[in-house]
């Protein structure tokens, strides 16, 4: 069964701040994908990345995925209020039929 | 217009009953998926179907029985429902699977009494 490890799981900052959080598998995947969920809404992809060491710029979000493709980063600078949420990641699992895993997530709190 | 769109948003029921779920989708997509989130938000994948056929069935016990009708349509039947049953079920889409994007609905949360 691949796994993802996301760290950390609770993440409370003041406005302003920097943060990163982390994806960590021992398997590979083709491609990771990055979701934010908000209450009550399901999650809304921010970006996939697909090739190993490959680097994606969503305006103040840095998403990385790893040379070996077991893992990415998600960097984000000058926190806002508005960045609050649950940040998912999801990997596409390799061969046979093709899903998504994802990791338990990572609850962001951006305090003004 | 919503893209993905699921019904009911809550749904509470005593336990050894029967509920229904249903989701339909207006982006011409092919795949579609069932996702069950428990009380500590962890997303797992439970069927997909691509143009109403089953690809992924993710051990989920018996009582659950997906149905598409067509490829806009996934709904999701569930029997003898039980405590353990309660969580939120998302329905998504995407164009062919894979690394596609997926599209999620709102979710349904399910309570069972």
């Known amino acids: 069964t691949q796994l993802l490890e996301q760290s950390p799981q609770f993440l409370s900052i003041q406005e302003g701040e920097n943060l990163t959080v982390y994806c960590n598998s021992s398997s590979v995947f083709s491609s990771l994908q990055w979701y934010r969920q908000e209450p009550g809404e399901g999650p809304v992809l921010l970006v996939t990345?697909?090739?190993?060491?490959e680097v994606k710029k969503l305006k103040r979000l840095t998403f990385q995925f790893g040379d070996a493709r077991k893992d990415s980063s998600l960097h984000i600078t000058a926190a806002q209020p508005g960045d609050t949420g649950l940040y998912l990641c999801a990997g596409e699992t390799q061969g046979g039929s093709e899903k998504l895993v994802f990791g338990k997530g990572t609850k962001l709190t951006v305090n003004p | 217009d919503t893209a993905v769109s699921q019904t009911p948003k809550y749904l509470v029921t005593q336990m050894g009953n029967d509920k229904s779920i249903k989701c339909e989708q207006n982006?011409?997509?092919?795949?579609m998926y069932w996702y069950k989130q428990d009380s500590k938000k962890f997303l797992k994948i439970m069927f997909s179907?691509?143009?109403?056929?089953?690809?992924i069935n993710e051990t989920v016990p018996n009582r659950f029985s997906p149905k598409s009708p067509d490829k806009a349509h996934l709904n999701l039947h569930i029997n003898s429902l039980e405590l353990g049953d309660s969580a939120v079920y998302f329905c998504?889409?995407?164009?062919?699977?894979?690394?596609?994007?997926?599209?999620f609905g709102d979710g349904t949360r399910l309570s069972i009494l």
């Open positions: 982006l011409g997509h092919d795949t």
């Open positions: 998504a889409s995407s164009p062919r699977g894979g690394k596609e994007p997926q599209h």
């Open positions: 990345v697909v090739t190993g060491g």
């Open positions: 179907y691509n143009n109403k056929e089953l690809i």
